[in-house]
């Protein structure tokens, strides 16, 4: 298995610019994460899903941040519009309840907004 | 509140010296305590999953144990490779896992 596929690895942007973040899962998995990691705040769950449905977006810092899950194989996060404190990296996790729950993640998006 | 802490958050050893990272808890419901490990520009890699005060898993110079109230990740002859920063995080009954800050080890030659 290819494990949790994000793309793309780095993205560099403009203040008020909107930024689109892909997670493919792996294959089997029904749940999906996505999380933001900082020296600040460390890591942080934004949003995630069960069986494509999202459960708790409560960590979705504010309006600007939407995500969504059109189908089993393929989540985005998107930011619209963007701001320089968006900065950070961005991961996405999958897990499966027949694996009580362990959560592997993807290798991660590096945002920066100028 | 469901709460994470870790530490040190830095730790140097030098290669064969070993040590233990803690890792203390409070949590509504636990539903497993988690141990990962994070290269530099990667993601976090699952190590082990502990379920019940007194389990304990082992991984090579790695070894997880847990109580009620903390876990401990020891590490035995450490060496370079073992370089990394290790994350514990604890799944609550809301379904989702509470990190804490990490432990950046550093093992020099």
């Known amino acids: 298995d290819a494990g949790v596929i994000q793309s793309p690895r780095h993205e560099v942007t403009e203040m008020g610019q909107e930024v689109t973040l892909r997670c493919k899962p792996i294959s089997g998995h029904n749940s999906l994460f996505w999380y933001r990691q900082t020296m600040m705040r460390g890591l942080e769950l934004l949003i995630y899903?069960?069986?494509?449905?999202?459960?708790?977006d409560s960590g979705m810092p504010e309006d600007r941040f939407s995500a969504k899950m059109p189908n089993a194989s393929f989540s985005t996060l998107k930011i619209q519009p963007s701001e320089p404190r968006d900065s950070a990296v961005y991961f996405c996790?999958?897990?499966?309840?027949?694996?009580?729950?362990?959560?592997?993640f993807g290798a991660g998006t590096r945002l920066s907004v100028l | 509140e469901d709460q994470v802490t870790q530490s040190p958050e830095a730790l140097r050893l030098q290669e064969g010296e070993s040590s233990s990272l803690n890792c203390s808890y409070t949590?509504?419901?636990?539903?497993?305590l988690f141990w990962y490990r994070q290269d530099p520009g990667k993601g976090p890699e699952f190590l082990f999953t502990?379920?019940?005060a007194g389990e304990e898993k082992e991984k090579e110079r790695l070894k997880a144990t847990l109580t009620k109230k903390e876990s401990f990740l020891h590490i035995t002859a450490p060496k370079p490779e073992d370089s990394a920063t290790y994350l514990c995080a604890v799944g609550s009954n809301t379904g989702k896992l509470i990190f804490g800050q990490g432990t950046t080890l550093q093992v020099k030659p």
């Open positions: 996790a999958s897990s499966s309840q027949g694996l009580r729950n362990i959560q592997y």
């Open positions: 949590v509504s419901g636990l539903r497993g």
């Open positions: 899903f069960n069986n494509n449905v999202p459960i708790d």
């Open positions: 502990l379920y019940s």
